[in-house]
């Protein structure tokens, strides 16, 4: 009988657990943008990583500007919640949490999270970092991730210690359903106060192709040549981008998109224009995609907002 020598069993592991990675999608396409429900001016795509692409729409009807980030979580993608902290307290950039967990994981991009307590930064919904609940849920709608990275946009309560329907590996809040079942949700048209409702910086994060995909958008606002868009625009266009779920997230000077630019070797960028007049805002907690595929270069912790598509 031959001898396997433990230099070569650790190279067998390896080896599998690379092919465990390997892309369960069948191509590797930019992925469609579908039809629109507002003429579009102006298209442009760029692939940040394997499964990961972004595309930034203008149209002159809003006016606005879109970025996109298409997620295809069956190609070695996961979604996980960051706050920066150990505890539910503090605010920090969106870029800096996630040059944070670039660190030591391969971060591609990502968005700010729930809203959050202005004083002392804590998200007002249920909050999971990989497992460990920082904030309890309130009764509005959470984006949870399960131990299998497949998304849900579901509401949860906690009783005895025990969160239902199920306890999330990560989760974070927001508010309101904005499509569920490929239809958009009455609550565009009920929650909040008017200005709440009406046009504003947004972002969303919207579940596709059965769970397999998670789209996160950002909408520009508050500036002259980008209006922001209401509830229902904001639904619409998910729904024009395939979201069969989608989930409104905090908006306003808080909406921020990130994404790893593969033309300066990684480095975290911000895609779009927040629109406080400082610049990015700090807040509560964020959602980071990360390539979790065998251990490649890890992105550059140096973000940045110049050089926009």
């Given at each position: 009988?031959?001898?396997?020598?433990?230099?070569r069993?650790?190279?067998?592991?390896?080896?599998?657990?690379?092919?465990?990675?390997?892309s369960?999608?069948?191509?590797?396409?930019?992925?469609?943008?579908?039809?629109?429900?507002?003429?579009?001016?102006?298209?442009?795509?760029?692939?940040?990583?394997?499964?990961?692409?972004?595309?930034v729409?203008?149209s002159?009807?809003?006016?606005?500007?879109?970025?996109?980030l298409?997620?295809?979580?069956?190609?070695?993608?996961?979604?996980?919640?960051?706050?920066?902290?150990?505890s539910?307290?503090g605010?920090?950039?969106?870029t800096?949490?996630?040059?944070e967990?670039?660190?030591?994981?391969?971060?591609?991009?990502?968005?700010?999270?729930?809203?959050?307590?202005?004083?002392?930064?804590?998200?007002?919904?249920?909050?999971?970092v990989?497992?460990?609940?920082l904030?309890?849920?309130?009764?509005?709608?959470?984006?949870?991730?399960d131990?299998?990275?497949?998304?849900?946009i579901?509401?949860?309560?906690?009783?005895?210690?025990?969160?239902?329907?199920?306890?999330p590996?990560?989760?974070?809040?927001?508010?309101?359903?904005?499509?569920?079942?490929?239809?958009?949700?009455?609550?565009?048209?009920?929650?909040?106060?008017?200005g709440f409702?009406?046009?504003?910086?947004?972002?969303?994060?919207?579940?596709?192709?059965?769970?397999?995909?998670?789209?996160?958008?950002?909408?520009?606002?508050?500036?002259?040549?980008?209006?922001g868009?209401?509830?229902?625009?904001l639904?619409?266009?998910?729904?024009?981008?395939g979201?069969?779920?989608?989930?409104?997230?905090?908006?306003?000077?808080?909406?921020?998109?990130?994404y790893?630019?593969?033309?300066?070797?990684?480095?975290?960028?911000?895609?779009?224009?927040?629109?406080?007049k400082?610049?990015?805002?700090?807040?509560?907690?964020?959602?980071?995609?990360?390539?979790?595929?065998?251990?490649?270069?890890?992105?550059s912790?140096d973000?940045?907002?110049?050089?926009?598509?």
């Amino acid at each position: 009988m031959s001898s396997i020598t433990p230099f070569r069993i650790a190279t067998l592991i390896v080896i599998a657990a690379l092919a465990g990675c390997r892309s369960l999608s069948p191509s590797a396409s930019p992925p469609t943008l579908g039809i629109m429900p507002f003429p579009v001016d102006q298209i442009a795509t760029q692939t940040v990583a394997p499964g990961v692409t972004r595309r930034v729409v203008r149209s002159a009807k809003g006016p606005w500007t879109i970025n996109v980030l298409y997620v295809d979580l069956d190609r070695c993608n996961t979604a996980e919640a960051v706050k920066g902290a150990d505890s539910a307290i503090g605010r920090y950039r969106t870029t800096a949490l996630l040059a944070e967990l670039a660190t030591h994981e391969k971060v591609v991009g990502g968005v700010n999270g729930d809203f959050f307590n202005l004083k002392d930064g804590s998200p007002t919904n249920l909050l999971i970092v990989n497992g460990r609940m920082l904030t309890p849920p309130n009764g509005q709608p959470v984006l949870a991730f399960d131990s299998a990275n497949v998304p849900h946009i579901s509401t949860f309560t906690l009783r005895d210690g025990q969160l239902t329907p199920f306890y999330p590996k990560n989760a974070v809040g927001g508010r309101p359903v904005i499509v569920r079942d490929s239809a958009i949700d009455a609550a565009v048209d009920t929650m909040g106060q008017a200005g709440f409702r009406a046009r504003n910086p947004r972002t969303a994060a919207g579940i596709a192709r059965g769970g397999r995909r998670l789209i996160l958008v950002a909408v520009d606002g508050r500036e002259y040549q980008n209006a922001g868009m209401t509830l229902r625009e904001l639904g619409d266009l998910m729904l024009a981008l395939g979201s069969s779920d989608a989930i409104n997230l905090d908006g306003g000077g808080s909406t921020t998109l990130v994404y790893a630019d593969p033309d300066s070797a990684g480095r975290l960028r911000i895609a779009n224009h927040p629109s406080d007049k400082g610049g990015e805002r700090t807040v509560g907690d964020a959602l980071a995609i990360v390539h979790a595929c065998g251990h490649a270069v890890i992105a550059s912790a140096d973000a940045s907002s110049n050089d926009r598509v």
